[in-house]
């Protein structure tokens, strides 16, 4: 079983940055992909960024793309999330997730596609 820990949520102003980081432990290697995802109050989980452990491919959805970069640490097990030029509609609970499997198009965005989730960490940007 892999377990996933994400921290670095917090309270930032507008304009500001954040760092997210996702430890996985356990069975690490039955894993190819992490992602990133976020829910906003009232509102579905939507996917942010995703990331293979090999190769290091991306995906990211439009209204992040030049402001959050997703990468990976192999040797650690961690995933990271930096966010720039945060907006308010940023604000929600960012999760952590993984699979094992190699999600394609449109199947980036597909919560099932994901089968392991960290707890999640919040995040608020005030205007």
């Known amino acids: 079983q892999v377990q996933l820990v994400e921290s670095g949520g917090g309270l930032v102003q507008a304009g500001g940055s954040l760092r997210l980081s996702c430890a996985a432990s356990g069975r690490t290697f039955s894993t190819s992909t992490m992602a990133w995802l976020r829910q906003a109050p009232g509102k579905a989980r939507d996917f942010v960024a995703g990331i293979r452990w090999s190769g290091g491919s991306t995906h990211y959805r439009d209204s992040v793309k030049g402001r959050f970069t997703i990468s990976r640490d192999n040797a650690k097990n961690t995933v990271y999330l930096q966010m720039n030029s945060l907006k308010p509609e940023d604000t929600a609970i960012y999760y952590c997730?993984?699979?094992?499997?190699?999600?394609?198009?449109?199947?980036?965005?597909?919560?099932?596609?994901?089968?392991?989730w960290g707890q999640g960490t919040q995040v608020t940007v005030s205007s």
């Open positions: 997730a993984a699979t094992d499997t190699w999600p394609y198009g449109s199947r980036w965005y597909q919560t099932g596609e994901y089968d392991i």
